[in-house]
């Protein structure tokens, strides 16, 4: 097991990182891929939000559907009302008899308060609407794009999340080497100095040493940031916090992908991979869009029926009438002010874009699986070769060390000897794991990228676990409060 340890020395100090030996902490059961990979599933943001999107294109769906359903409405109205009338009419002089002739007359006043009630319910059934029912087409195909958008949200956060997993694996190796380098070059500083006080070689030997060792512990220091943030990625995609988690076996199979025929892996892309398929959808979504313009210049027809019904309490006019009808109606559109030609056009110019869409993604998805596929090629007869260097260099620093005891080499050589010795240790481990990230990438591309694949991978790791204790601070809980996700939100809140 191999243990690496995070220490906080003061305040706003870049954190330390150590290689320790099992002994000193019995640490938690490790996560896996596989672990890790469903935490992500269950909590990532972005995937909880294509969820969510998947299920408002579905409801967009129902809520098109209910333009072809029957539609009742029902308004009703209680009203009090006070009238108050005051008129007259002039008589012309002369006319008439009596007093008063040649004045008004004719004068009424009529004062009411009253109530008034009113129901009305309408019902209507559409029987011929084109613009709806293209509606609800297009809401379909829109749904069959979101699948494969959703699909290919999930992929990516397959590949995400394991490539973030092998990213800490790749930069614990890398930081162990550059660890091993900097105490090996240190040593050397140590034994030229020694050499140097006794006389035996000269100064500048000292500051060649000095140099080197400079030079490892900024590799150190470069390696250690690499870690925390590799560790800081895989707790964004899964919103969790892992102390250890297992290293991938030094037995991991390195072999070409299966089948080795890379227009197998091409062809499957273009039937399988979720981006390619949603542009593809996306087409017969703007190829529905046209229709819907199109569709503006049929006409509607739909059936109603209402019913009336009226209340009065007035002392002129009382009691209550009601009224009913039941018939069609049709509605022709004639003339929109050229807002449905535009509409046409329109549509036609987002249909050539999705085409043209389609083709870019194709094309780029065709690419991307050709270079992935020689990369893993390419991959598998790295390994081997960084792995041979890994010999040749060790062989050759003993050699210079040799050398240099015996006074046929100088240090300078020596000190060169132990970079590449550790260069090589670096640069194997880096040749593994874009080995198994361009795997993954590979089956992503081919839309072949699921569960069951991370789990093979999985296969690969062994129990050996590689645990980190969280860097410490003056403040218990101030580490947490800075790396804290947040709660989820509420859906509907």
């Known amino acids: 097991m191999r243990l690496a340890h995070w220490a906080v020395n003061a305040p706003f100090r870049p954190l330390l990182l150590a290689v320790l030996t099992a002994s000193f902490i019995a640490p938690a059961q490790a996560a896996d891929l596989?672990?890790?990979?469903?935490?992500?599933?269950?909590?990532?943001?972005?995937?909880?939000?294509?969820?969510?999107?998947?299920?408002?294109?579905?409801?967009?769906?129902?809520v098109a559907?209910?333009?072809?359903?029957?539609?009742?409405?029902?308004?009703?109205?209680?009203?009090?009302?006070?009238?108050?009338?005051?008129?007259?009419?002039?008589?012309?002089?002369?006319?008439?008899?009596?007093?008063?002739?040649?004045?008004?007359?004719?004068?009424?006043?009529?004062?009411?308060?009253?109530?008034?009630?009113?129901?009305?319910?309408?019902a209507t059934q559409a029987l011929f609407n084109a613009v709806t029912r293209q509606e609800v087409n297009q809401a379909e195909r829109q749904i069959d794009q979101q699948v494969y958008l959703l699909a290919a949200t999930e992929q990516q956060l397959l590949i995400d999340v394991a490539s973030a997993y092998f990213d800490i694996l790749r930069a614990h190796e890398v930081l162990e080497a550059r660890l091993a380098q900097e105490r090996a070059i240190g040593r050397q500083l140590e034994q030229a100095r020694e050499q140097f006080e006794v006389g035996l070689i000269a100064i500048t030997e000292v500051e060649e040493a000095r140099a080197s060792f400079d030079q490892s512990r900024a590799d150190r220091i470069a390696a250690e940031s690499n870690?925390?943030?590799?560790?800081?990625?895989?707790?964004?995609?899964?919103?969790?916090?892992?102390?250890?988690?297992?290293?991938?076996?030094?037995?991991?199979?390195?072999?070409?992908?299966?089948?080795?025929?890379?227009?197998?892996?091409?062809?499957?892309?273009?039937?399988?991979?979720?981006?390619?398929?949603?542009?593809?959808?996306?087409?017969?979504?703007?190829?529905?869009?046209?229709?819907?313009?199109?569709?503006?210049?049929?006409?509607?027809?739909?059936?109603?029926?209402?019913?009336?019904?009226?209340?009065?309490?007035?002392?002129?006019?009382?009691?209550?009438?009601?009224?009913?009808?039941?018939?069609?109606?049709?509605?022709?559109p004639i003339y929109t002010g050229g807002s449905t030609s535009a509409s046409i056009r329109q549509g036609t110019f987002q249909l050539e874009s999705s085409q043209y869409d389609f083709e870019s993604q194709r094309r780029t998805t065709i690419q991307q699986v050709r270079s992935l596929y020689t990369q893993v090629s390419n991959n598998v007869e790295t390994v081997e070769a960084r792995q041979q260097a890994i010999v040749s260099n060790r062989s050759a620093l003993e050699a210079t060390r040799a050398g240099y005891e015996v006074g046929t080499r100088n240090i300078v050589d020596v000190l060169n000897a132990e970079?590449?010795?550790?260069?090589?240790?670096?640069?194997?481990?880096?040749a593994r794991y874009d080995y198994v990230v361009n795997l993954l990438s590979l089956r992503q591309q081919a839309g072949l990228l699921d569960v069951e694949a991370i789990e093979e991978v999985n296969a690969w790791l062994t129990g050996e676990d590689i645990h980190f204790i969280l860097p410490e601070s003056n403040e218990p809980d101030a580490y947490q409060r800075a790396m804290d996700i947040g709660a989820p939100p509420t859906p509907g809140a």
């Open 227 to 332: 870690l925390q943030v590799a560790f800081e990625v895989l707790e964004q995609l899964t919103g969790q916090r892992y102390a250890s988690i297992e290293a991938l076996g030094d037995s991991m199979p390195i072999a070409l992908p299966t089948p080795t025929d890379r227009d197998y892996w091409v062809e499957q892309s273009l039937e399988r991979n979720p981006q390619v398929l949603a542009q593809q959808a996306g087409i017969e979504v703007s190829r529905v869009g046209v229709e819907l313009a199109r569709a503006g210049r049929l006409p509607t027809v739909q059936a109603f029926a209402n019913y009336q019904y009226a209340d009065s309490d007035s002392e002129l006019v009382s009691g209550y009438d009601t009224s009913a009808q039941v018939g069609v109606s049709a509605n022709v």
């Open 419 to 430: 970079q590449s010795l550790y260069n090589a240790i670096a640069n194997y481990a880096e």
């Open 34 to 62: 596989v672990t890790i990979t469903r935490d992500a599933l269950n909590n990532n943001a972005a995937l909880a939000s294509a969820r969510s999107e998947f299920s408002g294109v579905e409801a967009a769906r129902d």
């Open 65 to 122: 559907r209910g333009g072809l359903l029957p539609q009742v409405n029902a308004s009703g109205s209680a009203t009090h009302n006070e009238q108050f009338e005051s008129q007259g009419f002039a008589r012309s002089a002369g006319t008439g008899t009596g007093a008063g002739a040649g004045s008004s007359a004719g004068v009424g006043v009529s004062d009411d308060s009253y109530n008034t009630v009113s129901l009305t319910l309408e």
